[in-house]
T-cell receptor, first 112, second 117 residues
Framework: QKEVEQDPGPLSVPEGAIVSLNCTYS??????FMWYRQYSRKGPELLMY????GNKEDGRFTAQVDKSSKYISLFIRDSQPSDSATYLC????????????FGGGTRLMVKP | DVKVTQSSRYLVKRTGEKVFLECVQD?????MFWYRQDPGLGLRLIYF???????EKGDIPEGYSVSREKKERFSLILESASTNQTSMYLC????????????????FGPGTRLTVL
């Protein structure tokens, strides 16, 4: 079993829909949770991060962490065609230097 | 603006060839990483370096080596390329934060798509 699981998709939604992207993980020591967005033929870019449990909101994006269930989510409100990309969750334990563990990525397509 | 560049976007090599992938960052970051990205497997760490001439194995180092002679440059070497090394290779860098409580963003290059025939 992989340490971080993520549905590969593709997930296809109409413009304006609310999108929910999720990851589950097995290592209870993970403390930092990140979402990277990767456009086609580009490297990943950090979209959001959260520390420990709770929610974090940034514009149309909300990141949620439920450590008791080992489950993290990224919600996108009012999705736009420009949100079409692959979304990768990543996480790391505290005091682990810079080692990140990535999920496999979910490909999202937002249709106009 | 932060920048990580990789020497080639696309590369085609033959089995058995020695392959060099170069990565340069202009942010004075201490840490540099090499990942490979395959469909459904996400990013898997090959090697990383936290200082000049220092290197640590990642999750899948077999068949690869690295070189870091200068702080800004991190090279990935495939000593004898094989078809199962056909993949997207991504380089990343990050700085060492002053304390442990930091998400410590990694900045990625655009990737090199390597095909080994």
């Amino acid at each position: 079993q992989k340490e971080v699981e993520q549905d590969p998709g593709p997930l296809s939604v109409p413009e304006g829909a609310i999108v929910s992207l999720n990851c589950t993980y097995s290592n209870s020591a993970f403390q930092y949770f990140m979402w990277y967005r990767q456009y086609s033929r580009k490297g990943p870019e950090l979209l959001m991060y959260t520390y420990s449990s709770g929610n974090k909101e940034d514009g149309r994006f909300t990141a949620q962490v439920d450590k008791s269930s080992k489950y993290i989510s990224l919600f996108i409100r009012d999705s736009q065609p420009s949100d079409s990309a692959t979304y990768l969750c990543a996480m790391r334990v505290n005091n682990a230097g810079n080692m990140l563990t990535f999920g496999g990525g979910t490909r999202l397509m937002v249709k106009p | 603006d932060v920048k990580v560049t990789q020497s080639s976007r696309y590369l085609v090599k033959r089995t058995g060839e020695k392959v060099f992938l170069e990565c340069v960052q202009d942010m004075d970051h201490e840490n540099m990483f090499w990942y490979r990205q395959d469909p459904g497997l996400g990013l898997r760490l090959i090697y990383f370096s936290y200082d000049v001439k220092m290197k640590e194995k990642g999750d899948i180092p077999e068949g690869y080596s690295v070189s870091r002679e200068k702080k800004e440059r991190f090279s990935l070497i495939l000593e004898s390329a094989s078809t199962n090394q056909t993949s997207m290779y991504l380089c990343a860098s990050s700085f060492i934060p002053p304390g442990p409580a930091n998400h410590n963003e990694q900045f990625f290059g655009p990737g090199t798509r390597l095909t080994v025939l």
